[in-house]
């Protein structure tokens, strides 16, 4: 008798470590956006022989009943996707990326001051990899009547240099810039009166070039009046 209840407490213990494991593995696989088509069969497969392995061992020997196994392979699910939701949230980056400037209105030809910060938000220390080592690239862009934009000055930044950065929880990343009002393909000329955009970013590493599919964007936008 002791055996068999010992027996019985380790084959109970071997499916509600199983339906554990399938369940988390379920919630990773779609967590991924893996594609599950592929590996449904397999994933249907194993708990058509986990629930058989069940109604064999622990209804088959009059220990439980379905509906007693029925609610303990319920409440296994309840726990793994709990704890698998709960671990997925701490360890899922997360960050708060913005562009400010000092002020919203500027008088023309008075310095811009722009302050960039990328905050980690999340629970654990994360990092992520820069396409150049400043890591930011400021972009600053005269918004015209047809709402299209041509781009009057840019940060300094060394391409091809990519460089690894990683920020504690609620650890802060921060650049400043200044612009000096000038137009960087026109130096000679005056910059024309308006609405301008503040954009700034950090490339990624495998992109073509910096500017396309940045891993962070941000936007501000500042008006230049007459003095």
């Known amino acids: 008798m002791a055996k068999d209840r010992i027996k019985f407490k380790l084959y109970t213990l071997l499916f509600c470590i199983a339906v554990f494991i399938l369940t988390a593995v379920g919630w990773v696989v779609l967590s991924l956006g893996m594609r599950v088509m592929p590996i449904l069969p397999f994933f249907l497969m194993a708990w058509v022989l986990l629930l058989a392995f069940a109604a064999g061992t622990l209804v088959g020997e009059g220990k439980l009943s379905r509906i007693k196994v029925l609610l303990l392979t319920f409440g296994v699910l309840i726990i793994s996707t709990a ?3 709960s671990f997925w949230i701490i360890v899922t980056p997360s960050w708060s990326f913005s562009v400010t ?10 310095h811009v001051k722009i302050t960039v910060s990328l905050r ?3 629970f654990i220390t994360h990092s992520f990899e820069s396409g150049v080592p ?4 400021v972009s600053v ?4 009547v047809d709402f299209f934009t041509s781009q009057v000055w840019y940060s300094a930044y060394h391409e091809g240099v990519a460089q690894v950065f990683s920020l504690e929880p609620n650890g802060l990343l921060e650049r400043n810039f200044v612009w000096n009002q000038t137009n960087i ?13 503040v954009e700034a970013f950090i490339p990624r590493t495998d992109s073509s070039a910096v500017w396309y599919d940045p891993l962070f964007r941000a936007w501000a936008r500042i008006d230049i009046t007459a003095a």
């Open 83 to 85: 704890a698998t939701q």
């Open 101 to 110: 400037t000092d002020k919203s209105i500027y008088k023309f030809d008075e």
């Open 120 to 122: 980690n938000t999340g």
């Open 134 to 137: 400043e890591p930011v690239i």
């Open 141 to 144: 862009d005269l918004v015209r």
């Open 185 to 197: 393909y026109l130096p000679d000329k005056e910059i024309e009166l308006g609405t301008y955009a």
